[in-house]
Nanobody
Framework: QVQLVESGGGLVQAGGSLRLSCAAS????????MAWFRQVPGKEREFVAA????????YYADSVKGRFTISRDNAQNTVHLQMNSVKYEDTAVYYC????????????????????????WGQGTQVYVSS
């Protein structure tokens, strides 16, 4: 079992910055990747960013590329999402997710952006961007 707790959400003005954090506990030693998704009412959960836990490779949605940065702290079992130059459309509930199953064979980049890849999810943290 892996428990995920997000923090850092809140209200930010457009153009500003916010840093989200996700603390993982439990069987974190077998985590393969972690990611951030977001969701607004009435829409499907949307991929934001992911990080390969061991090697550190990162993956981003086109909508946040160049503005958001995902990073990890292996010692603290924490993943961060630095959000810069935020836009009104970044308003959403942001969820942290963990993938503990090591995939076999070739892993395409799309693997990291699929919600079904991830085994555990946090409760979410709300981000409001005022225009």
């Amino acid at each position: 079992q892996v428990q995920l707790v997000e923090s850092g959400g809140g209200l930010v003005q457009a153009g500003g910055s916010l840093r989200l954090s996700c603390a993982a506990s439990g069987r974190t030693s077998i985590t393969y990747a972690m990611a951030w998704f977001r969701q607004v009412p009435g829409k499907e959960r949307e991929f934001v960013a992911a990080i390969y836990w061991s090697g550190g490779s990162t993956y981003y949605a086109d909508s946040v590329k160049g503005r958001f940065t995902i990073s990890r702290d292996n010692a603290q079992n924490t993943v961060h999402l630095q959000m810069n130059s935020v836009k009104y459309e970044d308003t959403a509930v942001y969820y942290c997710a963990a993938d503990i199953d090591v995939p076999r064979g070739y892993v395409p980049d799309s693997y990291y952006s699929r919600p079904k890849t991830y085994d555990y999810w946090g409760q979410g943290t709300q981000v409001y961007v005022s225009s």
